[in-house]
Nanobody
Framework: QVQVVESGGGLAQPGGSLRLSCRFS????????MSWHRQAPEKQRGLVAR???????TYGDSVKGRFTISRDNAKNTVYLQMNSLKSEDTAVYYCNAALVGSSGYNTYWGQGTQVTVSS
């Protein structure tokens, strides 16, 4: 079994910062890519940022230069540092990882954390 715990969401003012964390625990042999996605009301879930096992990163066009994804392999944790926040960043943020656990290769999602950017 793999457990996923997200933390760090909340309310921020425009121009402010937040840091999201997502930890995967349990029977894990290895984690491949890790990513963050977000879903705003009445919109589809979309990719925010992705990081491979070797540290290569990819970002959605709307967050390039403002958000930074990183990972701590020793802690099976992925982070999303969000700076220069805008109202359009308001959404539920979900982490995701492709990993090998006791049941083989699978992808796992976090429960989601609300990020609200408002003055």
């Amino acid at each position: 079994q793999v457990q996923v715990v997200e933390s760090g969401g909340g309310l921020a003012q425009p121009g402010g910062s937040l840091r999201l964390s997502c930890r995967f625990s349990g029977s894990i042999a290895g984690i491949y890519h890790m990513s963050w996605h977000r879903q705003a009301p009445e919109k589809q879930r979309g990719l925010v940022a992705r990081i491979t096992s070797s540290g290569e990163t990819t970002y959605g066009d709307s967050v390039k230069g403002r958000f930074t994804i990183s990972r701590d392999n020793a802690k099976n944790t992925v982070y999303l540092q969000m700076n220069s926040l805008k109202s359009e960043d308001t959404a539920v943020y979900y982490c995701n990882a492709a990993l090998v656990g006791s049941s083989g290769y699978n992808t796992y999602w976090g429960q989601g954390t609300q990020v609200t950017v408002s003055s």
